[in-house]
């Protein structure tokens, strides 16, 4: 929205949040004739705006202080988070697995972590409309998962110097790999209230941002056809509080050009993402009647693991997550499992994960860094289980604003470090077939997951199957933080397909109270 | 940084190759000089010190000290910091003070042994700092154009992604 444009006034419903989990729901909203209005904390990052170059581009990362704690504590800013009209989907890798059936079921397979409220069948015609009005490139034929109702709608996206290594690799020991599903575009296509998206050009800054519009990020998809059906997105409004009135929700207060503003809305969604969202809840002191908001935060094993080899392979070209396998989705004496998938790395990304990860200094640090173009990278997305040591708290230490900054507690269970050392064994086996050498490995947790579970009983979860609030009136959660268990697959599908979900329930709701 | 070096650098910045956002982001880098304003004179000679061991650079080419300083005096940050460390600028205040008396005049060996110790002693200090150097290093274009690095050459994309599948322009930026 310019800035000069007036407040939208009289809204139905108000989202706090862009990103996946607030910007379909928006669309959807806005499409069945309800005034709608989104605040974004970030700014609009135009596609024919973005540099390639990572330090550059810094702004499309919540770059607040977060501090963190625990044993493995998470890193966030340039990863981990996200901030701008898209939310975190601006610089995701756009990678899209589906999650599996038994993902969603894992207490009834394991008798630990926690069953979904929800069966895979609700997601599935989800699932379906997304991989085509995003655009997924993928292969016709998927080796993992129940059988697909429809094809991908473009043919998978070429394989870059490290997915045709994990490719060779993995065929030597018999496992099978499959072009992955990426949420960019192989060939273009005509997008809902953007225009022409265009064919991807290989230029593997994903993580930094796409120039041509040919990855799904929700501004180019999502939140141009809310705006064509009537939303308004106010852009650069920091949420500082949720408003509540006898004893429902009435709106939210931001911060915008300078200025304290109140927003008013009959609901709100709440969909900021796993971390400041149950922070506006603490703040508030908000729906956590069941003492779990901030609760069972969760990471993904992403243990990643890089080597140096002989040919030219230039790891900054090409969709970075190329190649998946799902064969290790289930492994005797794993709760749970992982995807694998092969990496392209972008300079600035490599080089400093490299200093932290290695510790290496001096000459020998400079002499590794010359060998970027000739670096292949290979990692995995593995299932993280809620515990009661990780969680998010406010501390006190006040930010900018005086508001608390967040702290987020987090240490690996057995399950992940079993996991970690599983997935980096195997991969150090797959990068020894292709004679990488000085092979590291990165130990890491990736995705902010939790916080604000979703649940049947009001006693152990803050919100409903469909995002209800079970403790106030109006308000709803659709992001990240309502997951109940992590899944072993990227979550951003399936967020996407949560919040169309909800956003379905929340226009019955509304329907029937008119 | 060589007259013939600058020269092949800003060649391809300036081409058709690089689009306006990324040529504007490394061009201003190619030249960013920083004013001392956090540090005195004392604790910034040190940094400097410190910066060329762990990242060994010319300071005359690229001003990683300088980069730190204008960073901390902005108060800018990287949206984390470990929940046990205190915020950056006193962190490495801490770590600077640590070391012995005159370290920028010690001999490179005991220099790097007064760092190992400082490593053990300020672990998640030595860790912010070194990533924070590291990063300043690698996203100069200068470094760039030595390691024969040239993905910011964005305007068309690339036709080839395989292994040794390279594009004139790659094969033709960075040093013979």
């Known amino acids: 929205m310019d800035r000069a444009e007036r407040l939208p006034e009289d809204l139905d419903v108000l989202v706090i949040g862009t990103g996946a989990g607030g910007a379909p729901l928006l669309a959807r909203l806005a499409a069945a004739g309800l005034k709608v209005a989104a605040l974004e904390a970030g700014v609009r990052h135009p596609p024919e705006e973005i540099a390639t170059d990572e330090v550059a581009q810094a702004g499309l990362f919540w770059m607040d202080e977060r501090l963190s704690a625990g044993q493995d504590p998470v890193p966030f800013g340039r990863n981990n988070s996200g901030r701008g009209v898209g939310g975190s989907t601006l610089h995701y890798t756009a990678y899209t697995p589906r999650a599996q059936p038994d993902d969603l079921k894992l207490r009834t397979e394991f008798g630990v972590g926690e069953d979904w409220p929800l069966e895979f069948s609700e997601l599935e015609p989800y699932y379906d409309e997304l991989e085509y009005f995003l655009g997924v490139s993928g292969p016709a034929e998927y080796p993992w998962g129940p059988q697909r109702r429809r094809a991908y709608r473009h043919p998978p996206l070429p394989l870059n110097g490290a997915a045709r290594l994990m490719q060779r690799a993995c065929a030597e020991i018999g496992m099978r790999t499959s072009p992955a599903a990426n949420a960019a575009l192989s060939r273009s296509q005509e997008q809902p209230g953007y225009g022409t998206r265009h064919t991807c050009t290989n230029r593997g800054f994903c993580q930094a941002g796409c120039s041509v519009g040919a990855k799904a990020s929700m501004d180019v998809t999502f939140l141009a056809l809310a705006e064509a059906h009537g939303a308004q997105i106010v852009d650069g409004a920091q949420v500082t509080a949720l408003t509540v009135q006898g004893g429902r929700m009435t709106g939210a207060e931001f911060l915008w050009n300078g200025q304290l503003h109140h927003l008013g809305a009959r609901t709100v969604v709440l969909a900021a993402g796993a971390v400041e969202t149950p922070r506006l809840l603490l703040l508030g002191g908000l729906a956590n009647s069941s003492g779990q908001v901030g609760r069972n935060f969760m990471a993904h094993v992403g243990v990643q693991v890089w080597g140096q080899v002989e040919e030219d392979l230039r790891p900054y070209k090409g969709i970075p997550g190329g190649l998946i396998s799902e064969d290790t989705h289930r492994l005797p004496g794993l709760v749970g499992g992982y995807l694998l998938q092969s990496l392209g790395v972008m300079p600035v990304t490599y080089a400093t994960q490299y200093a932290r990860g290695t510790l290496t200094w001096g000459p020998d640090l400079i002499e590794h860094l010359r060998g970027y173009t000739h670096v292949a990278g290979i990692n995995v997305l593995g299932e993280c289980l809620p515990y009661e040591h990780n969680f998010l708290e406010l501390s006190d230490e006040p930010d900018a604003r005086g508001l608390p900054k967040p702290r987020i507690h987090f240490s690996f269970g057995e399950n992940e470090k079993k996991m970690t050392a599983h997935a980096e064994a195997l991969m150090r086996d797959l990068w020894g077939r292709v004679g990488a050498r000085d092979v590291w490995a990165l130990p890491r947790a990736a995705h902010t997951l939790g916080t604000a579970r979703m649940g049947h009983d009001p006693q152990t979860s803050v919100v409903d199957p469909f995002g209800r609030a079970h403790d106030l009136t109006g308000l709803w959660i659709c992001d990240n933080s309502t997951f109940p268990s992590s899944l072993s697959v990227n979550p951003a599908l399936t967020q996407m397909a949560l919040s169309l979900r909800t956003a379905d329930a929340l226009t019955g709701d509304l329907k029937v109270r008119a | ?176």
């Open chain 2, 1 to 176: 940084m060589t007259q013939a070096e600058r020269e092949a650098i800003l060649e391809l910045l300036n081409s058709p190759q690089v689009t306006g956002p990324t040529r504007r982001a490394l061009q201003e880098r190619l030249d960013a000089r920083f004013v001392r304003e956090f540090f005195d004179e004392t604790g910034f000679a040190r940094l400097r010190a410190v910066a060329t061991r762990l990242v060994p650079h010319d300071p005359a080419e690229i001003d990683l000290a300088g980069m730190v300083d204008h960073r901390l005096h902005a108060g800018s940050g990287d949206g984390w910091r470990y929940a046990d460390a205190p915020p950056d600028g006193e962190a490495y205040r801490r770590l600077l003070r640590a070391l012995p008396q005159a370290f920028e005049t010690l001999a490179p060996e005991a220099q790097d042994a007064a760092l190992q110790d400082v490593q053990s002693a300020h672990p998640r200090a030595f860790e912010d700092l070194l990533a924070e150097l590291t990063e300043g290093f690698m996203a100069h274009p200068l470094t760039q154009y030595r390691f024969g690095y040239v993905g910011f050459a964005d305007a068309q994309g690339w036709l080839h992604v395989g292994p040794g599948e390279l594009e004139p322009w790659e094969e033709h930026h960075g040093p013979r």
